[in-house]
């Protein structure tokens, strides 16, 4: 039997199974918050135990989820105002007091969609080579930390996992802590381009696509490492799979997964879907997250 799974990268989206049964989930601490001015919904999800991990099929730590539907329009200030709360829950995030941080945006910029992690770098203030040329009298260096950021590509354009490419400048530069700014996929379509998701515990590239790579966390690379990601793609297969769950509510969800195996090709798993203006989105959302880090290190 063909086993379909739907695929996400948003703990909340794990959790909301639980949610629906009004069931608690042991080792997991969740924490809502709404704020009707700003039509902004913030989700703070702690893991603490393995057993909690493995429910919620995310690793032990923080996660911070922002949804914000608004942010889809063009709206130079509501976005501004997002990256005002993002730098808020960064600055929680990272270690105090960082002497020197890497920011790196994963994806292929090639394709829009992965272009996230990429036009984030494109707009970041990058202040490393300034403090070691002139020293923190340069320009925009008072009191800020050293920060450089780096666009390491994908194996197919450099024949290296990204960890490999990251130890070896860590090595070299020795920052405090890493930023990793990623594309990521949702399992609800109504999340795409509107959610943030800020985390301590890193990133695995590609898995919310089925493309596992190294994951990038304190364990692999020796330092904390932050992650941020936004969902702009979604399985083809979760579309049909909310579609028929409408009409099949009266199964329970392994009865749902079961048929869904049966109907959903290999074909169907393997197709991701965007919004036609993506393009545009892509530019707009990496502006707000690099404006959000410009903010969190402004002196």
Sequence with gaps: MNQYKVRTDLVMENGEKYEKDNVEIPGVKIRKHYNKVKDLRTTWVKIETEHGAHLMEKPIGTYITMEAPSMTADDDDYHREISVELSRHL??????????????????????????????????????????????????????????????????????????????????????????????????????????????????????????????????????????????????GTIVHDAVSNLLEALEESEIQEFLGEIISPSLMSMFVTPKDIDETIKRLSYTISEGINMTFSS
């Design 91 to 236: 600055k929680k995030l990272l270690p105090a007091h960082p002497n020197s941080v890497l920011v790196v945006g994963l994806g292929n910029q090639e394709i829009t969609p992965d272009a996230l992690g990429p036009d984030v770098i494109n707009n970041l203030h990058i202040t490393r080579h300034l403090v070691r040329e002139y020293g923190y009298a340069g320009p925009g260096t008072k009191g800020a930390p050293m920060i450089s950021a780096l666009v390491p590509g994908v194996m197919a354009q450099t024949g290296m996992e990204t960890m490999e490419i990251l130890q070896g400048v860590i090595a070299k530069t020795k920052p405090d802590s890493v930023i990793v700014i990623d594309a990521l996929a949702a399992r609800n379509t109504k999340r795409l381009n509107c959610t943030i998701q800020l985390t301590d515990t890193g990133i695995s590239p590609g898995s919310g696509v089925g493309n596992y790579r190294c994951a990038l966390t304190k364990e692999t690379l020796g330092i904390p490492v932050i992650g941020i990601g936004i969902p702009t793609v979604v399985d083809a």
